[in-house]
């Protein structure tokens, strides 16, 4: 770990990863069975936020064990050698550890469901002023809308330099978890 760097507080760092994240993925346990769901979703504040039909294996899960991790990583620049070996990328990857639940509050889902539309359609992110689209709420109880309230958040930067491999570490937990 000779050129390895610590950092306690990298949450700009790993919130920058979520934000800039098309699709991530979220690990669930049933019992013993481990079960990880690619999902695109939004992170806004301490939480991550996705929704799906009402019905389904991972809300049966979330109802038996809510808790949860959820990845996001990018991979950057060209392959490198490892051990003469062309098998590295680069990459930047961040786990939040939290608790899933299901968003009650229609006020609430209404908001996370216009802030997850204008991170995926350039409408919703318009002023109405400018012909800019709203989440319509009548439409609120037709999906279900699952937030993960983030915990804990690791991330990991490694980088090859002058033929090395240089890896910055990131911690944050978020106050009262």
Known sequence: MGDDVFVENGLVEMEKMFKSAEVGRMGLCSGLKP???PLNFLYHKGKIVFHCAWEGR??????????????????????????ETQCHLDYDS????????????????????QLFAEKYSEPYRKPASEGGKRFDSSQASECCCVVIDVEELTGRRERTVDGKREKTMWHHRFIGS
């Open 35 to 37: 079960y990880i769901i």
């Open 94 to 113: 961040v786990l939040a550890y939290g608790r899933a639940r299901v968003e009650k509050d229609i006020a609430k889902k209404v908001r996370f469901l």
């Open 58 to 83: 991972k809300l049966m899960i979330i109802k038996e064990n809510p808790n949860c991790c959820f990845e996001v990583d990018a991979f950057v620049g060209e392959v490198n050698d490892h051990h």
